[in-house]
């Protein structure tokens, strides 16, 4: 059960960078190498939920 309630947490954390992605390309005078960053953690965390998610399933 723990593995599954952090998963979600991954989730969550993956959806708000997804949101501060957005939100910093909205703005014309928008930090490239913020927004670069931002998509690198949300790429790691992509990659960490489905670790996980293989390890939920085979277990």
């Known amino acids: 059960m723990a593995l599954e ?3 979600a947490e991954l989730r969550d954390r993956h959806r708000t960078l997804e949101r501060e992605i ?3 390309l909205l703005h014309p005078s928008s930090d490239d ?3 670069a960053e931002l998509k ?3 790429l790691r965390l992509k990659e ?3 670790r996980l998610s293989g390890r939920k ?3």
Do not use: D, V
């Open 48 to 50: 960490q939920i489905e």
């Open 57 to 59: 399933s085979a277990a």
């Open 40 to 42: 690198k953690q949300k």
């Open 22 to 24: 957005e939100q910093e």
């Open 33 to 35: 190498l913020r927004i």
């Open 5 to 7: 309630s952090h998963i």
